[in-house]
């Protein structure tokens, strides 16, 4: 991650250039569509003294965490890291922006009906990955959107995580690597104005206090419309302090701070009448070939997502030798969110006398100013994440005899709790209609109050683990890994008897009787092994098996009862286990690295409704299967061209089991079968820079759930954004960013039974000024 130079790099012989240019070439030319990019002072900086600093760049050379012992060429696994330089000249400003420079990974899913998404809501090679998200190693509570102003480089980990940080989702996991302070005073940050009201300002202040000192304060404010969106808005502001004792010192000692407010109107989608796959049911006739406007807001002005995220980390570094480091973390962090969003569906019913009777009505069919949609379906959250977590990690450099090995083991204790406050309607209606065409966010008629049907979830782990690669020669390395994580969850629930709550006995209807409290325990053993030969410090081959699991309650802290639900405790933990094979190229003094990884992810397990116990019950016996190749390229191509661009194509099946996907295929839902992402820049002498990039997504389907009429699939699309900069002097750039320059309409996520979706933002623009002293 980190890299000092006291000399400046030789000149690349024009063979070298050629050859990169040859890979590159290549790599993009598997890809469904052609790619560019951009980058900002990728050299490495000359020193006058031996501190190290952040490499500048789109390529990393490592990730920050210990459990790594290797740089990303000689890791067999596919592991990508977005840098800031990457993200920060995209404009981007949230986790899920970031993001989108990995491709397969993404915001597909809007949510059921009455359970909408909130925050980064992310897939992954055709699994849930929400509940994998990570900051500095230590997993991130709460359903909310992620802002990127304190981060350094987000590491993107392909396949079983189960053995780096325990109960994950099947295919990997996010981590968020924060910035730190350091021993350069400087000055910078960013303010932004564009297209839709964007408004948006980041500062980054770090002084040295005296040699081994130093503190580092990054803050951020932003209230910005959604560009394409009517009501939408993201308005947050956050503040993040970092201050190190013992700097270039045997013993560091770090604490960071970080607080995030955020005031914002959520997104609802928008119906998909009249899209592709789109049929009218009974009284919707008139309504085909005429999909709304996707700028529409059918929420309401008391729409709100309300978050309050903190956190304090301290962590104490101390180095007994070149060959031995102990680390300890220890980490409170805790999310407020208190959130209403109003959905629909888009339902058309004909009663007894032929009048409609859904939830899309009209009083004049032919006139289509005269149809209205109900709002009746009000999703609350109100709800408390918290967590408190200690991690002790030894890393050790040593040999025994002729073999040479890298060893990282340590203990982790961690206490994650989920609290949610019931809140549900008082008054036994609903918002009043929506204009189908054009609608209104004025709504009267909702009210609403906790009603004691509160949860609380609480899951207390203790782990312990053993990394190690063992280098038998300079070209052959085996890795392997070992985690233990003994957990046990505690669930209390709550619920109001009556209507679709529990039968009320002799208690009145509406009181609020406590569910049986639920308890779950066990010691998962994760584990993964790899091979890598390396053909000179070019080329790397490898081969990669993990096995890592999810167990009930594992993802969202809550158990069930239910037979035909993944968190009974009486349930197995679902297993994920990857094959992977690959090969790394490093070129132009590794500078520029070229990767290609074949991979197989089968999960077992899962529920199964189509083979039934003697009891009538569903089994496990369900087994889900994703399979594929990524190809990847990062770097430089010169001192001044820079490229990351990436293709997966995805084969995805229901091995065992009932189909998942609303049309009925074997595929798994909100997976695009093929995805790619590029971004590409060339730096001019005399201070521009121009660049671009294009993202790809192919077909998706959705899931089933018995809805008639609704688009079973989304349609692919390409969308092309592009960037010009250009240096004032040493301390301010000006920035021009455009997204989607073609105004391409296309269906970005959309929900299990189809009848909402996220429209993809249209043609917008951002321009910003850099400033850096």
């Given at each position: 991650?980190?890299?000092?130079?006291?000399?400046?790099?030789?000149?690349?012989?024009?063979?070298?250039?050629?050859?990169?240019?040859?890979?590159?070439?290549?790599?993009?030319?598997?890809?469904?569509?052609?790619?560019?990019?951009?980058?900002?002072?990728?050299?490495?900086?000359?020193?006058?003294?031996?501190?190290?600093?952040?490499?500048?760049?789109?390529?990393?050379?490592?990730?920050?965490?210990?459990?790594?012992?290797?740089?990303?060429?000689?890791?067999?696994?596919?592991?990508?890291?977005?840098?800031?330089?990457?993200?920060?000249?995209?404009?981007?400003?949230?986790?899920?922006d970031a993001l989108r420079n990995s491709p397969?990974?993404?915001?597909?899913?809007?949510?059921?009906?009455?359970?909408?998404?909130?925050?980064?809501?992310?897939?992954?090679?055709?699994?849930?990955?929400?509940?994998?998200?990570?900051?500095?190693?230590?997993?991130?509570?709460?359903?909310?959107?992620?802002?990127?102003?304190?981060?350094?480089?987000?590491?993107?980990?392909?396949?079983?995580?189960?053995?780096?940080?325990?109960?994950?989702?099947?295919?990997?996991?996010?981590?968020?690597?924060?910035?730190?302070?350091?021993?350069?005073?400087?000055?910078?940050?960013?303010?932004?104005?564009?297209?839709?009201?964007?408004?948006?300002?980041?500062?980054?202040?770090?002084?040295?206090?005296?040699?081994?000192?130093?503190?580092?304060?990054?803050?951020?404010?932003?209230?910005?419309?959604?560009?394409?969106?009517?009501?939408?808005?993201?308005?947050?502001?956050?503040?993040?302090?970092?201050?190190?004792?013992?700097?270039?010192?045997?013993?560091?000692?770090?604490?960071?701070?970080?607080?995030?407010?955020?005031?914002?109107?959520?997104?609802?989608?928008?119906?998909?009448?009249?899209?592709?796959?789109?049929?009218?049911?009974?009284?919707?006739?008139?309504?085909?070939?005429?999909?709304?406007?996707?700028?529409?807001?059918?929420?309401?002005?008391?729409?709100?997502?309300?978050?309050?995220?903190?956190?304090?980390?301290?962590?104490?570094?101390?180095?007994?030798?070149?060959?031995?480091?102990?680390?300890?973390?220890?980490?409170?962090?805790?999310?407020?969110?208190?959130?209403?969003l109003t959905a629909f569906m888009g339902t058309?019913?004909?009663?007894?006398?032929?009048?409609?009777?859904?939830?899309?009505?009209?009083?004049?069919?032919?006139?289509?100013?005269?149809?209205?949609?109900?709002?009746?379906?009000?999703?609350?959250?109100?709800?408390?994440?918290?967590?408190?977590?200690?991690?002790?990690?030894?890393?050790?450099?040593?040999?025994?005899?002729?073999?040479?090995?890298?060893?990282?083991?340590?203990?982790?204790?961690?206490?994650?709790?989920?609290?949610?406050?019931?809140?549900?309607?008082?008054?036994?209606?609903?918002?009043?209609?929506?204009?189908?065409?054009?609608?209104?966010?004025?709504?009267?008629?909702?009210?609403?109050?906790?009603?004691?049907?509160?949860?609380?979830?609480?899951?207390?782990?203790?782990?312990?683990?053993?990394?190690?690669?063992?280098?038998?020669?300079?070209?052959?390395?085996?890795?392997?890994?070992?985690?233990?994580?003994?957990?046990?969850?505690?669930?209390?629930?709550?619920?109001?008897?009556?209507?679709?709550?529990?039968?009320?006995?002799?208690?009145?209807?509406?009181?609020?009787?406590?569910?049986?409290?639920?308890?779950?325990?066990?010691?998962?053993?994760?584990?993964?092994?790899?091979?890598?030969?390396?053909?000179?410090?070019?080329?790397?081959?490898?081969?990669?098996?993990?096995?890592?699991?999810?167990?009930?309650?594992?993802?969202?802290?809550?158990?069930?009862?239910?037979?035909?639900?993944?968190?009974?405790?009486?349930?197995?933990?679902?297993?994920?286990?990857?094959?992977?094979?690959?090969?790394?190229?490093?070129?132009?003094?590794?500078?520029?690295?070229?990767?290609?990884?074949?991979?197989?992810?089968?999960?077992?397990?899962?529920?199964?409704?189509?083979?039934?116990?003697?009891?009538?019950?569903?089994?496990?016996?369900?087994?889900?299967?994703?399979?594929?190749?990524?190809?990847?390229?990062?770097?430089?191509?010169?001192?001044?061209?820079?490229?990351?661009?990436?293709?997966?194509?995805?084969?995805?099946?229901?091995?065992?089991?009932?189909?998942?996907?609303?049309?009925?295929?074997?595929?798994?839902?909100?997976?695009?079968?093929?995805?790619?992402?590029?971004?590409?820049?060339?730096?001019?002498?005399?201070?521009?820079?121009?660049?671009?990039?294009?993202?790809?997504?192919?077909?998706m389907h959705r899931g089933t759930d018995g809805?008639?009429?609704?688009?079973?699939?989304?349609?692919?699309?390409?969308?092309?954004?592009?960037?010009?900069?250009?240096?004032?002097?040493?301390?301010?750039?000006?920035?021009?960013?455009?997204?989607?320059?073609?105004?391409?309409?296309?269906?970005?996520?959309?929900?299990?039974?189809?009848?909402?979706?996220?429209?993809?933002?249209?043609?917008?623009?951002?321009?910003?000024?850099?400033?850096?002293?």
């Amino acid at each position: 991650m980190i890299k000092s130079r006291k000399h400046s790099s030789p000149a690349r012989s024009a063979a070298s250039l050629a050859t990169a240019s040859l890979v590159t070439g290549l790599s993009l030319a598997v890809l469904p569509v052609a790619a560019q990019a951009q980058s900002n002072d990728t050299t490495a900086q000359t020193l006058d003294q031996v501190h190290v600093l952040a490499t500048r760049g789109f390529k990393a050379d490592k990730v920050a965490s210990p459990k790594f012992t290797q740089p990303l060429q000689d890791t067999p696994q596919t592991i990508q890291v977005i840098t800031r330089d990457l993200f920060t000249q995209q404009g981007a400003t949230t986790l899920t922006d970031a993001l989108r420079n990995s491709p397969g990974v993404g915001t597909f899913y809007v949510g059921e009906n009455g359970n909408t998404n909130t925050g980064d809501s992310i897939f992954m090679r055709g699994f849930d990955t929400s509940s994998s998200i990570f900051v500095d190693g230590v997993r991130d509570v709460g359903s909310i959107s992620r802002d990127v102003f304190n981060t350094e480089q987000v590491e993107v980990s392909k396949g079983p995580a189960g053995t780096d940080n325990g109960r994950s989702a099947p295919t990997g996991s996010i981590n968020m690597v924060s910035k730190q302070a350091n021993l350069h005073d400087a000055v910078s940050g960013t303010l932004s104005a564009g297209s839709d009201s964007q408004l948006r300002g980041t500062a980054d202040w770090n002084q040295a206090l005296g040699a081994s000192s130093a503190l580092r304060l990054n803050a951020m404010w932003q209230d910005s419309d959604q560009p394409g969106r009517d009501h939408v808005n993201n308005s947050r502001w956050g503040i993040a302090p970092s201050l190190v004792f013992g700097l270039d010192s045997n013993t560091r000692y770090i604490l960071n701070l970080l607080y995030v407010d955020q005031q914002n109107v959520p997104d609802g989608g928008v119906p998909t009448l009249g899209l592709p796959g789109w049929t009218p049911q009974p009284t919707l006739e008139q309504l085909a070939g005429h999909p709304v406007n996707p700028e529409n807001f059918y929420g309401t002005r008391a729409d709100h997502d309300d978050v309050t995220a903190k956190m304090a980390t301290f962590r104490i570094e101390h180095d007994f030798n070149d060959g031995l480091q102990l680390t300890n973390t220890a980490r409170w962090g805790r999310t407020d969110q208190d959130y209403l969003l109003t959905a629909f569906m888009g339902t058309g019913t004909r009663g007894a006398n032929g009048a409609p009777t859904g939830n899309i009505r009209y009083t004049d069919r032919n006139n289509l100013d005269t149809y209205t949609i109900a709002r009746s379906l009000p999703t609350f959250k109100d709800q408390q994440n918290t967590i408190l977590t200690d991690q002790l990690n030894l890393r050790a450099d040593f040999n025994t005899g002729a073999i040479a090995h890298n060893l990282s083991t340590g203990l982790e204790f961690t206490r994650e709790e989920l609290k949610t406050f019931g809140q549900a309607a008082t008054n036994g209606t609903t918002w009043s209609a929506a204009n189908l065409y054009n609608p209104d966010w004025n709504a009267t008629g909702l009210t609403w109050a906790h009603n004691g049907a509160d949860t609380r979830g609480k899951t207390t782990t203790s782990s312990v683990y053993l990394f190690d690669t063992l280098h038998f020669t300079e070209s052959f390395l085996v890795t392997a890994g070992l985690r233990a994580d003994h957990y046990k969850t505690e669930y209390q629930s709550a619920a109001v008897c009556g209507g679709r709550g529990p039968a009320c006995g002799s208690s009145p209807v509406g009181t609020v009787l406590a569910n049986p409290s639920l308890e779950h325990s066990d010691t998962l053993l994760n584990w993964k092994l790899g091979a890598v030969y390396k053909v000179g410090s070019i080329v790397s081959l490898y081969g990669n098996y993990a096995l890592s699991q999810q167990p009930p309650g594992g993802s969202n802290f809550q158990l069930s009862s239910s037979a035909s639900s993944a968190d009974n405790p009486s349930l197995d933990p679902q297993k994920a286990k990857t094959l992977e094979v690959g090969t790394k190229w490093a070129f132009l003094e590794d500078a520029l690295a070229f990767n290609v990884a074949l991979f197989r992810t089968e999960v077992s397990n899962e529920i199964n409704t189509q083979v039934l116990d003697d009891a009538g019950n569903p089994t496990q016996t369900g087994k889900k299967s994703v399979q594929g190749i990524e190809v990847s390229t990062v770097g430089r191509i010169t001192d001044n061209w820079s490229v990351s661009a990436g293709y997966s194509h995805l084969d995805t099946e229901v091995e065992e089991g009932a189909n998942v996907a609303a049309d009925g295929t074997r595929n798994l839902t909100y997976t695009p079968g093929a995805t790619f992402t590029s971004w590409t820049s060339y730096t001019f002498p005399f201070g521009l820079t121009l660049g671009g990039g294009v993202r790809y997504a192919g077909q998706m389907h959705r899931g089933t759930d018995g809805a008639v009429g609704t688009p079973a699939f989304t349609k692919s699309y390409t969308v092309y954004d592009a960037v010009a900069s250009y240096a004032i002097n040493d301390h301010l750039v000006l920035r021009l960013n455009a997204y989607n320059l073609f105004d391409k309409q296309y269906v970005a996520a959309i929900n299990k039974s189809g009848y909402r979706y996220t429209p993809g933002v249209p043609r917008s623009v951002l321009f910003s000024a850099d400033f850096r002293f």
